[in-house]
């Protein structure tokens, strides 16, 4: 019997609007200091459908870890405990957390509601 | 404009941070084979205009690495492989116009706070001594300079290390430590290609001193004192003082009653600056801007050469918009950062500080005494020959090379051809057995101008071309051209050639170099821009005009006998000889 696979940045946003429209401003907050670390080609725009990692994405591996040590401390803050985007393998193409900004607001709630206890 | 970044460690995102900057010079980036350190210098065909060599002291140097582990340390053997180190940087730098090499600091996920750390023995100890003898080594090496890149991870502070990003990429500082390496880089490379800042004009009121002198007099400004606000502007002065004593030129823009405001700069008992530190002021009620352009005018200095401070936004806005291209920098508005904020400006980097940056102020002073005496003479020929001018000629060498390098970069009015080389490309043109470079001293009655000539020349067959023919807009005038060709054309003749030519290279400043030129006796082609002498007669020497040296030693040809200071008069100057390199 196969297992299903669920493609994360085709899922329905998590959480309220407001909260994954929070998670998605803080998304693009990071993108706005990762961009100068980019080559010019490389650089985001802060939209829901822009594609990170993978193969529609633009950022490589190098990319992913700038942003995820952007993103964390301020995850952090935001959330009150320590969120941890690396702990489901961020470079497999395989779980698409990253693969969009969408999949990746997704992810985020995913984690903060699995820890405040309303996530499935 | 193009910079190699050399590393042992992930230097991506610096690279990318540099490219991406937008501030001038713009550069394009490539950064060496990952991992391979200053070995890479060794690598054929890495070139690039500019390199920046940054290494974790770990892994550049083993025995550090044993001392970060705890374990026992041999001094001599740190100190070879710091002068191993440093040997490997000094033979890799003659490729670049110029290297930038980052000191070493401890490494991010070393440290460790002890009360042992500065003990003999100990990581930290060690690396400050290694630092101490890196600076030492390379500067034997021309065209290399050292960063503290101890700034930029103090600035970066907590921020400025992520274990995750050093544990997931091999990067061992964050883009908030980057960030100040590059502005760093650019500060100093712009120094090197000669676009530091040359004057500051500053306002007066709430900018050099707390208060507006017009309405509480001189007596009442706040400057020194035991009041917070009057040492932060006593302080700020301070700073501008360390700028002067570094070559910046000071002038001031004020709308005043001139006569009140020197009155302050004058009488107040804690004013730092007195008026002898100003180059030139305007203090009067016309437009800052309309002042500003005067006073590049009196100063001859490019507008481009300007900082303007100003604590009002109003007139900072206006300077802006009229000058463009001067730099207004945004000015905060508590007294107490101004200090240290005018010498965080990374517009004044300098790489050398020479004896004419000391004397800068004081030579614009000597200029408006030269002014004075001119009006009292129907003739400039009159004047000319009261100024009672030597010129000594020098070879270029170790000494004067600072000064040789910083006048062949900055000078654009009278340069015929503009050419610009960092000291490294001055040596290695100067070392061909066919090219000569001379400088040119002057001084008279009035005062002492320094090196403010260069002229290089390259001889082929019995042919000798002028490459550069360099003179500072100080000295302009009176006649130093003349001399300057007349030792030229007797060195040629002396070498038996047969005609000296000097091609004009066209830019927007120099023409007063050409309209030098074409009075200059040479003969002219308009069709190739290039003048013309042939050697069999002696160019005339300027009366007025005293030689302390000649060319490589000679002797002055008969004509010259009454230019050349008699050996009573060499000895009444207690030692005025010049040595030959």
């Known amino acids: 019997m196969g297992v299903e696979t669920i493609d994360p940045a085709k899922q329905d946003p998590r959480g309220t609007p407001e909260q994954f429209e929070e998670a998605v401003r803080i998304i693009y907050a990071a993108i706005a200091q990762l961009n100068p670390q980019l080559p010019k080609e490389q650089q985001l725009q802060p939209s829901p459908d822009t594609a990170l990692y993978g193969s529609e994405g633009k950022l490589d591996s190098l990319g992913v870890a700038n942003l995820i040590v952007i993103m964390e401390p301020t995850l952090e803050e935001r959330y009150g405990f320590k969120i941890d985007l690396t702990q489901d393998d961020p470079f497999s193409l395989g779980n698409g957390h990253f693969r969009n900004i969408h999949s990746l607001a997704t992810y985020i709630l995913d984690l903060v509601l699995l820890h405040t206890g309303t996530g499935s | 404009m193009k910079v190699l970044l050399i590393s042992n460690f992930n230097i991506q995102n610096l690279a990318q941070l540099l490219s991406n900057d937008a501030r001038e010079p713009l550069a394009t980036v490539e950064t060496a084979e990952f991992g391979r350190g200053v070995d890479a210098l060794s690598i054929p065909g890495m070139t690039a205009d500019f390199a920046f060599v940054w290494t974790l ?37 003659s490729r670049f116009r110029a290297l930038l090499l980052a000191s070493w600091v401890l490494p991010p996920y070393c440290r460790r706070r002890s009360i042992t750390d500065l003990q003999t023995g100990r990581a930290k100890n060690a690396l400050m001594r290694m630092n101490l003898q890196l600076a030492e080594e390379i500067a034997s090496f021309r065209g290399v300079h050292l960063l503290d890149a ?98 910046v030129l000071l002038a001031v823009a004020s709308k005043n009653e001139e006569a009140v405001a020197l009155e302050a700069i004058h009488l107040h008992p804690e004013m730092v600056l007195k008026a002898q530190d100003f180059a030139a002021w305007r203090i009067n009620w016309k437009d800052k801007a309309a002042n500003i352009s005067e006073l590049a005018e009196e100063l001859n200095i490019g507008l481009q050469s300007i900082v303007f401070i100003d604590d009002n936004p109003i007139e900072r806005a206006r300077v802006r918009e009229s000058l463009p291209e001067v730099y207004v920098p945004e000015w905060p508005t508590d007294p107490t950062s101004f200090a240290s904020y005018v010498l965080q400006m990374p517009c004044f980097d300098m790489p050398y500080s020479t004896e004419e940056d000391r004397l800068r102020t004081s030579s614009y002073s000597s200029e408006k005494v030269r002014e004075r ?31 040789f390098v910083q006048l062949f970069n900055k000078t654009n009015q009278m340069s015929l051809t503009t050419r610009r080389m960092t000291d490294v490309q001055v040596l290695q043109w100067s070392e061909k057995h066919n090219a000569r470079f001379w400088t040119f001293r002057v001084k008279d009655r009035c005062g002492d101008s320094g090196l403010t000539g260069i002229v290089g020349i390259e001889i082929n067959g019995n042919r000798a071309r002028i490459s550069d023919f360099i003179l500072s807009c100080r000295v302009m005038g009176r006649n130093i051209e003349r001399a300057m060709l007349a030792v030229t054309v007797e060195y040629c003749r002396s070498r038996g050639l047969h005609d000296l030519t000097a091609t004009y290279i066209p830019t927007a400043k120099n023409k007063p170099c050409l309209d030098f030129w074409l009075t200059s006796g040479f003969t002219f ?19 007025g005009i005293k030689l302390t040296s000649l060319a490589d030693g000679q002797s002055p040809p008969p004509e010259w006998e009454w230019a050349v200071r008699s050996s009573a008069e060499k000895l009444q100057d207690n030692g005025a000889e010049t040595s030959q390199f």
Do not use: M
């Open chain 2, 57 to 93: 002291a770990d892994r550049a140097v083993p025995s550090f690495n044993r001392l970060l582990n705890g374990e026992r340390g041999d001094d001599g053997q740190l100190r070879d492989e710091v002068h191993g180190f440093a040997e490997r940087v000094g033979a890799g730098a």
């Open chain 2, 150 to 247: 101890q700034e930029w991870v103090g600035a970066g502070g907590r921020q400025g290390f992520s274990p995750k990003l050093w544990y997931l990429t091999k990067t061992p500082f964050t883009s908030a430590v980057f960030e100040e390496a590059v502005r760093d880089i650019k500060a100093g490379i712009s120094g090197l290609l000669g676009r530091s800042k040359k004057l500051i004009v500053l306002d007066l009121d709430n900018t050099l001193w707390g208060g507006i002198v017009g309405d509480c007099g001189w007596q009442n400004v706040r400057v020194g004192g035991h009041d917070y606000v009057g040492e932060a502007f006593a302080d700020f002065q301070r700073s501008l003082k360390l700028l002067s004593n570094n070559g």
């Open chain 2, 373 to 403: 005496l001119r009006q009292t003479f129907n003739s400039q020929d009159q004047w000319l020959l009261s100024l009672d001018t030597q010129v000594t000629v020098e070879n270029l060498n170790a000494v004067n090379l600072p000064r």
């Open chain 2, 525 to 543: 082609d308009s069709a190739t821009q290039s003048f013309r002498w042939t050697l069999d007669k002696p160019y005339p020497f300027p009366r």
